[in-house]
């Protein structure tokens, strides 16, 4: 992801001290805040704050929240950063980065189903609330496969491909050999695109019809293929691809 308004090149102009957290009444620290009205009623810079921890000798933490917000455009574009992206703007630096990109892990978990509850998997839907918290922000596009039992409960999700900004290579072995060392009943195939329309190509459509094809042969039912965009998902079964 190109970064507008690079941090390297005067993330903070000027040579003026920033107000530290210890300067403002105890009452207004987001620290102390979020013991009194609780989490929900902080805003984001006050959260993002609580998570960095401490500010530098030229800017508090509060401001690097800010700028943080600033320099990436939102709450959402900066959840998306990849580590390097966030420690190349100045203040922050490499412990920072990764508690920030720690935190936006951890949230995308947290809204996913557990895979040791046996998720059972009957509609689009249940499959699109398993796999959208943790590939809507991918900023690469990858192909997964969700391994079913003969239940239809999620035994694994297996990376099959990592590609570039718009394409991952997809060869049916890499797809069917987990499932079939697993001896899964059925799959279901999930990329995300990375530009955050869900919408299926033409290449989608050919690549989900080769691997059914291929689950024919080894055994193995390929139910459904989802493609995942920013907030939305597209089932090609519920487009009738499938």
């Given at each position: 992801?190109?970064?507008?308004?690079?941090?390297?090149?005067?993330?903070?102009?000027?040579?003026?001290?920033?107000?530290?957290?210890?300067?403002?009444?105890?009452?207004?620290?987001?620290?102390?805040?979020?013991?009194?009205?609780?989490?929900?009623?902080?805003?984001?810079?006050?959260?993002?704050?609580?998570?960095?921890?401490?500010?530098?000798?030229?800017?508090?933490?509060?401001?690097?929240?800010?700028?943080?917000?600033?320099?990436?455009?939102?709450?959402?574009?900066?959840?998306?950063?990849?580590?390097?992206?966030?420690?190349?703007?100045?203040?922050?630096?490499?412990?920072?980065?990764?508690?920030?990109?720690?935190?936006?892990?951890?949230?995308?978990?947290?809204?996913?189903?557990?895979?040791?509850?046996?998720?059972?998997?009957?509609?689009?839907?249940?499959?699109?609330?398993?796999?959208?918290?943790?590939?809507?922000?991918?900023?690469?596009?990858?192909?997964?496969?969700?391994?079913?039992?003969t239940r239809h409960e999620v035994t694994a999700v297996v990376e099959v491909a990592v590609g570039s900004l718009d394409t991952a290579p997809i060869h049916p072995r890499e797809v069917f050999?987990?499932?079939?060392?697993?001896?899964?009943?059925?799959?279901?195939?999930?990329?995300?695109?990375?530009?955050?329309?869900?919408?299926?190509?033409?290449?989608?459509?050919?690549?989900?019809?080769?691997?059914?094809?291929?689950?024919?042969?080894?055994?193995?039912?390929?139910?459904?293929?989802?493609?995942?965009?920013?907030?939305?998902?597209?089932?090609?079964?519920?487009?009738?691809?499938?």
């Open positions: 992801m190109e970064v507008s308004g690079s941090p390297r090149n005067g993330a903070f102009r000027g040579n003026h001290v920033r107000p530290k957290i210890t300067a403002l009444p105890r009452e207004a620290r987001p620290r102390e805040r979020l013991h009194v009205v609780g989490p929900q009623a902080l805003g984001t810079t006050e959260l993002l704050a609580i998570v960095l921890g401490t500010g530098t000798r030229a800017c508090g933490v509060v401001p690097l929240a800010e700028q943080l917000l600033s320099t990436f455009g939102s709450l959402q574009d900066l959840s998306q950063a990849r580590l390097e992206e966030i420690d190349r703007v100045q203040g922050v630096g490499p412990a920072k980065a990764a508690a920030l990109v720690a935190a936006f892990e951890l949230g995308r978990r947290a809204h996913a189903p557990a895979p040791a509850s046996r998720y059972a998997i009957r509609t689009p839907a249940d499959a699109a609330r398993l796999l959208l918290p943790v590939m809507r922000s991918l900023d690469r596009e990858h192909f997964r496969a969700v391994l079913l039992n050999k987990e499932a079939v060392r697993r001896s899964a009943a059925a799959v279901i195939l999930a990329h995300n695109h990375p530009s955050g329309n869900p919408e299926p190509s033409a290449d989608d459509l050919a690549i989900t019809e080769r691997l059914r094809a291929a689950g024919r042969i080894v055994g193995i039912d390929v139910l459904d293929h989802l493609i995942v965009g920013n907030g939305s998902v597209v089932s090609l079964r519920e487009r009738g691809a499938l």
